[in-house]
């Protein structure tokens, strides 16, 4: 099935530009070219939401966590726990605004997004134990931010998504609070090197770029097999919380998040997956097309249902 006609408009139209010749600066140019073309996909945070940015120390260092809160937002109110994709080397704060969406109007809930340090500077497993300990000081913060700490999903985009699955495993395995729901958007969950084809299609991700950014982000000594890599290779997945993902048809990727549904399933784990026809690895985030809408109300729903314990019978 070829592209969303305005997707593929808009994917020529950036071929034309020299957008490739573009993405091939030097890593610092491509994360500033990368937030700013993001940022331009952004509807806003949605009326009456205030932000709030706060430092937490971390092993060998110090991130930021940002807060989105609806000004009526009643305490203690539910939380949305959410990670930014950029293949572990791209992102930030800003970017993965616009990849949640005004979730925080729309649910209405608390958003608490987490910058992580990104690879290869800082390779596997840095940017998931900045997650871990961002998701830990939501907790240990939980009543000062108005948020219920039995109320609280998680969810992630891309690399995002990825971590967002490792931090579930995490948090199983280290006796933390356990999420309500763990969100997926268009995950990364097998870290193994993907086979090229000859020839890739553009105006999507490729399979070599999958395989370059799982190599920053993995290192000299990260194993992609190692479960918190790669949440598609842990041996048991039984006590994870519920799972809705979201793939997409024409997406290198669309096959893990699926595989990893069903092994969720064989492991007694809830969940559901949605495919997107005619789009790519993402490509709903532009607000061109309807689907843009659909996907950011199934994703809302989502969450509504998982605060109010509706979402599994």
Avoid at 24 to 44: F, I, K, N, P, Q
Avoid at 78 to 85: D, I, N, R, S, T
Avoid at 262 to 290: D, M, N, Q, Y
Wanted: hydrophobic letters at 45%.
């Amino acid at each position: 099935m070829p592209l969303d006609p305005p997707i593929r408009a808009l994917v020529d139209a950036l071929a034309a530009a020299g957008a490739a010749e573009r993405e091939a600066a030097d890593l610092d140019e491509r994360r500033r070219m990368s937030a700013a073309t993001m940022v331009l996909a952004s509807t806003g945070r949605g009326p009456g939401v205030v932000a709030t940015d706060h430092r937490i120390a971390v092993d060998g260092g110090e991130i930021a966590v940002r807060v989105l809160r609806p000004a009526d937002l009643p305490s203690p109110a539910p939380a949305f726990y959410f990670v930014h994709g950029g293949g572990w080397t791209l992102g930030n704060l800003d970017t993965g605004e616009v990849e949640c969406g005004p979730m925080a109007a729309l649910v209405p809930c608390v958003v608490v997004s987490v910058d992580y340090r990104l690879a290869p500077e800082h390779p596997f497993p840095t940017p998931l134990e900045d997650c871990v300990a961002g998701y830990a000081w939501l907790h240990a913060n939980a009543a000062e931010l108005g948020i219920d700490p039995a109320r609280v999903a998680v969810g992630g985009a891309s690399a995002g998504g990825n971590l967002a699955a490792a931090l579930c495993l995490a948090v199983r395995d280290r006796g933390l609070p356990a999420p309500c729901l763990q969100l997926l958007d268009v995950p990364a969950l097998d870290l193994t090197p993907m086979p090229v084809p000859d020839e890739e299609p553009s105006g999507g991700l490729t399979a070599s770029e999958v395989n370059q950014y799982a190599a920053w982000y993995l290192g000299e000594h990260g194993d992609p097999k190692d479960p918190l890599a790669s949440p598609l290779h842990a041996g048991d997945l039984s006590g994870l919380p519920p799972a809705v993902l979201t793939v997409a048809e024409l997406d290198v990727l669309c096959g893990q998040g699926e595989r990893y549904l069903a092994r969720l399933h064989e492991a007694g784990v809830p969940g559901s997956a949605f495919r997107v026809a005619a789009h790519g690895h993402g490509t709903w985030i532009i607000p061109i097309t309807a689907t843009f809408t659909l996907v950011r109300e199934v994703r809302a729903a989502a969450l509504r249902h998982a605060f109010a314990a509706t979402l599994v019978p």
